[in-house]
């Protein structure tokens, strides 16, 4: 039993006006203009899959009514020509690192695949024991005006200073507890 896919890349049925198959959409899938806008964005975005025949064309059908060009594709399909491996191209020579400065790599998958024009430092190896700390100029003393201060005697005490008794203690010596 073949399973397909429903994807859609924003294509409009002929005739069918914008702003009214945007909100047929979002009538359809209950969603906000923010996600009918990603819908809209060029990309080919896949809506529904793991479908039967018979549910892939009652969604295409759908969907082109709503004014939305859709395209079913048999998910069986795609994935033989997914497992399928890649023909060989042969790969241009790497250049020297040593003379170039720059290291040249092959994708190993399509999402690398967007970064191949990228050039990326070759950052090597420092020796052992390298500082491989950014030089830093010597720190500069301020310029501070201290002849304000004063230096204490050796053996003075910085503390602060014990105030004396305001008043003496009372005399109680006359005073007796009874039995």
Do not use: W
């Not at 395209?71 to 033989?80: F, K, N, R, W, Y």
């Not at 720059?102 to 994708?107: D, F, I, N």
Request: proline fraction near 9%.
């Amino acid at each position: 039993m073949s399973r397909y896919e429903i994807a859609f890349s924003g294509d409009l049925m002929p005739g069918a006006q914008p702003e009214q198959v945007r909100a047929n959409l979002a009538r359809l899938f209950q969603a906000d203009a923010q996600r009918i806008a990603l819908l809209f964005s060029g990309r080919r975005i896949v809506i529904k899959q793991n479908l039967d025949e018979a549910a892939a064309e009652k969604y295409r059908v759908t969907l082109e009514r709503a004014g939305a060009r859709v395209e079913v594709c048999d998910m069986d399909a795609i994935e033989e020509i997914e497992l399928a491996p890649p023909p060989a191209e042969p790969v241009a020579p790497a250049t020297s690192v040593a003379a170039v400065g720059r290291l040249r790599v092959a994708p190993r998958d399509e999402y690398m695949a967007a970064f191949i024009d990228v050039d990326a430092p070759d950052f090597g190896i420092a020796p052992v024991g390298a500082d491989l700390q950014d030089a830093r100029p010597a720190p500069h003393a301020p310029a501070l005006d201290l002849t304000h201060l004063s230096v204490a005697p050796v053996g003075s005490d910085l503390g602060p200073q014990k105030q004396a008794d305001a008043a003496p203690a009372p005399d109680t010596s006359h005073l007796r507890l009874a039995d």
